[in-house]
């Protein structure tokens, strides 16, 4: 005759003896209400067969059943102390409940597992409101196996990056990656240094590249195709300029963009790389935006691919310029100005800034000043003029023209000066008032001289000025030419020192003073 089973009914207890049952449980397991067994077998209900609905249910069962062995008393314990390393963190009890219900896999996985982990986030800075953002969106930052190696890359790697990797890039890293994407993470990275990226350079890398898209979503041999292909244009010192081109696609995007460059050049590669360096942002225009600028200029302005090129080389910056809202309408005032195709190309060459000024910020005060001083609208003089004071600031050309008229000079004195030497308006003011002054005090001349000779403004005072009529007057006296004394060469002038006995004027002081 067979014993009678016993059912039991577990009656509730203080819920606070013990955290919630689902963070210690898989949440798929079905639940039960009472549990059945024969008095006679000795054997203990498995625990799997433990699916209770609430933490006091999990405690008189465990109780009732006199389950007593360690792995279970572990189990607990471990839910304990997730319980109370979550809350170091800022989680209060809700949401660590919350957290391990939605992600069961947390409370499978070893305690010292998941404590390690989480320090190893602290020690790479994200820490704090960070961490728990973190935790929040990636729980399985805490227990996916192919987080180690990048962690252990980060902390312990022979690059020594630890501390040094933006907290915010590692915060980014975790979020928008899946772990999957994380292997060899550290093996990628390492491909830099045969490219030309040095270990004190590489962290200037990986704190300004997407990681994601720089390294976790590239394979190997699709990095060292593109660092192969950047090589070619400046490699290393290419990236370091702009250390986002390593997030853009390879065949996509860098190849034609950088491809219709290299057209555009005829070919030349020195040329194209001159340009990338210059502004590595080009390669994020698309070829249809590049395109559609160089069009314009070859049907609007009438320049040669060649031309255009050439401008691009002084000022890659020409194609951030809206087509719509600055190219025409710059162009457009060109050519009302009078300017042929080759008037325009050389104009561009010298003044580029003028196709990327605000018009309402910029451009229109100056031609205020140059209207003002007596320039006509619509003639070359003033386009010339316009073209000259692009380098310049509308406060300090407006500081230029009251230090001449300080002097003594009119409006027509200054016209007459600019159109003969446009640089004047845009030297600075304060260095034009010091070579004014030295003219009329220590050299003893009339300001009127300058409109004879108005690239006077343009030499250092100390370099050239002072130095040569220092040298000169010995021989000459004081009524010697501006013109003769500044304009020859530093070779010719030396010479002409030895014959007279003089020392020898100090070479490579020719430069103008911008």
């Known amino acids: 005759m067979s014993t009678p ?3 039991f009914r577990l009656s509730p207890s203080p819920s606070c003896l013990f955290p919630p049952i689902r963070t210690l449980f898989p949440s798929a397991l079905l639940p039960c209400q009472k549990l059945t067994f024969s008095p006679q077998k000795q054997d203990k209900l498995p625990l799997h067969f433990l699916v209770p609905q609430d933490s006091t249910l999990l405690l008189l069962k465990c109780n009732a059943l006199a389950i007593n062995d360690s792995s279970t008393n572990s189990f607990v314990d471990s839910g304990v ?4 390393l979550f809350r170091e963190i800022g989680f209060n009890e809700t949401d660590t409940e919350a957290l391990l ?8 996985t070893p305690f010292e597992s998941i404590r390690t982990r989480i320090h190893s986030l602290q020690s790479l800075g994200v820490s704090g409101l960070a961490l728990s953002r973190l935790i929040v969106k990636r729980p399985d930052v ?19 990056l630890a501390g040094k990797i933006k907290s915010s890039q590692i915060e980014h890293l975790f979020n928008s990656t899946e772990p999957r994407f994380l292997e060899g993470f550290g093996t990628k990275v390492r491909l830099l240094l045969e490219f030309g990226i040095t270990q004190d350079t590489i962290v200037h890398v990986l704190n300004n590249a997407n990681l994601t898209k720089a ?8 990095i060292e195709r593109m660092l192969t292909f950047l090589n070619r244009f400046g490699g290393g010192d290419l990236i370091l300029r702009r250390p986002a081109l390593l997030n853009y696609d390879l065949d996509a995007q860098l190849i034609p963009r950088v491809g219709f460059l290299l057209e555009l050049s005829g070919g030349d590669e020195t ?3 001159t340009v990338l360096r210059k502004l590595p942002f080009v390669v994020a225009y698309s070829v249809d935006h590049l395109k559609d600028h160089v069009e314009f200029l070859k049907s609007y302005a009438g320049l040669s691919e060649e031309e255009i090129f050439r401008i691009v080389l002084v000022y890659p910056n020409m194609f951030s310029a809206s087509r719509k809202r600055k190219l025409h309408p710059r162009i457009d005032f060109l050519k009302q100005c009078g300017l042929s ?3 325009i190309f050389r104009f561009l060459i010298k003044a580029p800034l003028f196709l990327s000024l605000s018009f309402e910020g910029n451009l229109a005060y100056k031609l205020v000043f140059l209207v003002k001083i007596g320039y006509k609208k619509n003639t070359k003089e003033l386009a010339m003029a316009m073209g000259a004071v692009t380098r310049t600031s509308c406060k300090n050309m407006q500081e230029v023209i009251g230090v001449f008229l300080n002097y003594g000079l009119t409006f027509d004195d200054i016209l007459e000066m600019s159109m003969k030497h446009p640089q004047v308006l845009q030297y600075n003011h304060e260095s034009l008032e010091e070579k004014m002054d030295y003219l009329v005090e220590e050299m003893g001349r009339e300001v009127g001289e300058l409109l004879a000779f108005p690239a006077f403004l343009g030499y250092k005072l100390d370099g050239r000025i002072k130095h040569r009529y220092e040298e000169k007057r010995k021989i000459l006296g004081e009524g010697m030419s501006l013109n003769k004394l500044l ?10 020192s030895k014959r007279k006995g003089r020392v020898p004027a100090v070479s490579g002081l020719d430069e103008s003073d911008d």
């Open 5 to 7: 089973t016993k059912s």
């Open 81 to 84: 102390m997730l319980f109370s």
């Open 101 to 108: 219900d939605a992600h069961p896999v947390i409370s499978l």
């Open 142 to 160: 805490l227990t996916a196996v192919e987080i180690d190696g990048l962690v252990s890359f980060l902390i312990e790697g022979d690059l020594e």
């Open 215 to 222: 390294f976790c979503l590239k394979s190997f041999e699709d």
């Open 271 to 273: 040329g194209t790389a």
């Open 341 to 343: 195709s080759h008037d």
């Open 487 to 496: 304009s020859v060469s530093a070779a010719r002038f030396s010479t002409k």
